[in-house]
């Protein structure tokens, strides 16, 4: 299975925080297309399960050397 980016899962966990305090209806359509793109980046059905997975992706260390980046033989 292809794991995403730490860095991309960061940047949507942030922008999920922030559009979910607002109350406008751009703030709604744009929170729905965050929530959607979690859900289909930690294959979630539901947005509770999606933020949990998220929190747990986001905590993986980016590798450092080229050697890390390589796939378990």
């Known amino acids: 299975m292809l794991m995403p980016s730490p860095i991309v899962v960061r940047s949507l966990l942030a922008r999920y925080a922030s559009l979910a305090g607002r109350d406008s209806a751009t703030a709604r359509q744009e ?10 980046t930690t294959a ?9 997975a998220a929190a747990i992706m986001a905590e993986r260390e980016l590798p450092t050397t080229r050697q890390e980046m390589r796939p378990a033989a």
Do not use: G, N
Not at 31 to 40: A, D, G, I, M, N
Not at 44 to 52: G, P
């Open 31 to 40: 929170l729905e297309q965050v929530s959607y793109t979690l859900c289909v």
């Open 44 to 52: 979630t059905t539901t947005i509770e399960d999606a933020l949990a």
